[in-house]
């Protein structure tokens, strides 16, 4: 089943301990179809300006990914510039310009109404709402957003978040929109505002689900090549949204195995700056690394023989 992707298309320019590189490719629905697509038919509905090198709308179409829903406009494709500091869990902000996106009234062309899974990603939340009113009907509905919007847009986040099944945020996020310093709280809070299913992404440090009364932790990744985080959240979103419509299954174990997935993606699409590592990524490596996953979660029951 086709994983239809909206939000960003855009350009980064981005600053790590690692180097700085101006004007790569990035944007929310881009890293996130790109990871999706190692799973499933994605499509991606977004918009860039003119300015929008040709040869990224080669690599999504290299990948299969349906570019139809991408609209080139007249002026400047939407751009983000922001560094990170040794905490590389931390995104600073330089610099958001919407640019085209300040104009995008989203239509989604009728044969992407009925897309059974849709990724809501990293995006103004009143167009994330205009296209919650065009789906038909759709299986599982996932959403993510950034402080950006939490503090400009709160009011429709709120709307956004209850009407979809997953929230994806990550930990800080969660944190600011729910104002408690408790990450259990502030999932129970976005529970309550009508998710299903609540992700806190932790960066480095793995991610939490909250679902059904259940509580489920990925593992962190010891990942010693860590060079630019940015997409990992969105790279998180894609396997997992790409897995479940893979999969067409919502059990509490198959939900848990997209999460790995997702830790999988983001995993990987830290290693190196924009796609660069996704573009080299190998499907036999994808089940290499689930399989390190795992172990680092297993570990075996304690008795009453090993008290005194
Ligand atoms: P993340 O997965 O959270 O690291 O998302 C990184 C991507 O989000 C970057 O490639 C940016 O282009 C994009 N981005 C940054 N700020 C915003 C924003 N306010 N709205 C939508 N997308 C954004």
Do not use: C
């Amino acid at each position: 089943m086709t994983v239809l992707i909206v939000g960003t298309i855009g350009l980064d320019t981005v600053e790590t301990p690692f180097g700085k590189k101006e004007d790569i490719a990035g944007g929310s629905a881009v890293h996130a179809a790109v990871s999706a697509s190692f799973y499933a038919p994605t499509a991606i509905l977004g918009v860039a300006g003119s300015d929008f090198p040709g040869e990224h709308l080669d690599f999504l179409k290299s990948r299969n990914i349906d570019t139809r829903g991408i609209k080139i406009m007249q002026g400047q494709t939407f751009r983000w510039s922001g560094y990170y500091e040794y905490d590389m869990n931390q995104a600073h902000t330089r610099d958001t310009r919407l640019n085209v996106y300040a104009d995008f009234d989203p239509r989604l062309p009728e044969e992407l109404r009925g897309a059974e899974f849709v990724f809501l990603a990293n995006l103004d939340p009143e167009l994330q709402l205009k296209v919650l009113d065009q789906l038909k009907g759709p299986k599982l509905v996932a959403m993510d957003t950034m402080n950006f919007w939490i503090e400009t847009k709160r009011a429709a986040l709120h709307e956004v978040i209850k009407r979809v099944d997953v929230v994806l945020m990550n930990d800080g996020e969660a944190r600011q929109f729910m104002e408690t310093p408790n990450i259990p709280i502030a999932a129970s809070r976005l529970l309550k505002l009508g998710a299903r299913s609540v992700i806190i992404k932790k960066g480095e440090h793995g991610a939490l689900l909250f679902r059904d009364g259940n509580h489920f932790s990925a593992p962190s990744y010891p990942q010693d090549r860590l060079r630019d985080p940015t997409g990992a959240g969105d790279s998180f979103a894609g396997g997992f949204m790409g897995y479940l419509a893979k999969t067409g299954e919502m059990s509490e174990a198959n939900v848990r195995r997209a999460v790995i997935v997702g830790s999988v993606m983001a995993s990987f699409n830290v290693e190196d700056f924009s796609l660069e590592r996704m573009k080299r990524l190998k499907r036999k490596e994808i089940l290499e690394r689930f399989g390190e996953f795992r172990r680092f979660s297993e570990f075996e029951a304690i008795s009453m023989a090993h008290l005194s």
